[in-house]
T-cell receptor, first 113, second 112 residues
């Protein structure tokens, strides 16, 4: 079975632009979470979605938004990009919300210039 | 705020030896702990987990120990191999809330 997939793999944007990152969970998984990993640090929680509803939000500005689709795939949107948004954006899926074990995708490397 | 931290940022171990990676957590309400392995350019890979009602759990070549009294978590890797070289993160969670709180990671280097 395929694991969590994310697209694109790499992305370069300029300040002020917006970006959309995509995630497809493991087949059968209904919960998707997004994390930001700045170089040299551990991942930081951004959002969690389950059954198309937001179940949790981390300490990120309103420029960050996300949604989950009926097929459980998800998008992360970031508006008005800042240099500090440069990071690896990780998506994780789990069977149900609160099941504990989360599986991560390979991430999208976003560079803001 | 609550955070998960690590004692050592780097660890070098001779191939074939055992390694121990330590982690301190501060949130006594956390009831689920996970160790992840992250290789360069890849997402975190689940290694092993443990719930707060357990003290020890074993997997293939890995053992996680949880000491709730001192809020300490450790990952033991037996008979290390070159493929074990990676950054290892501990993470904590409240069961039912999927917000994982990660530490900064320990870079493990296996010396051939």
């Amino acid at each position: 079975d395929a694991g969590v997939t994310q697209s694109p793999t790499h992305l370069i944007k300029t300040r002020g632009q917006h970006v959309t990152l995509r995630c497809s969970p493991i087949s059968g998984h209904k919960s998707v979470s997004w994390y930001q990993q700045v170089l040299g640090q551990g991942p930081q929680f951004i959002f969690q979605y389950y059954e198309k509803e937001e179940r949790g939000r981390g300490n990120f500005p309103d420029r960050f938004s996300a949604r989950q689709f009926p097929n459980y795939s998800s998008e992360l949107n970031v508006n008005a990009l800042l240099l500090g948004d440069s990071a690896l954006y990780l998506c994780a899926s789990s069977l149900v919300a609160g099941s504990g074990e989360q599986y991560f995708g390979p991430g999208t490397r976003l560079t803001v210039t | 705020g609550e955070s998960v931290g690590l004692h050592l940022p780097t660890l070098s171990v001779q191939e074939g030896d055992n390694s121990i990676i330590n982690c301190a957590y501060s949130n006594s309400a956390s009831d689920y702990f996970i160790w992840y392995k992250q290789e360069s350019g890849k997402g975190p890979q689940f290694i092993i987990d443990i719930r707060s009602n357990m003290d020890k759990r074993q997997g293939q070549r890995v053992t996680v120990l949880l000491n709730k009294t001192v809020k300490h978590l450790s990952l033991q890797i037996a008979a290390t191999q070159p493929g074990d070289s990676a950054v290892y993160f501990c993470a904590e969670e409240y069961f039912g809330n999927e917000k994982l709180t990660f530490g900064t990671g320990t870079r493990l280097t296996i010396i051939p």
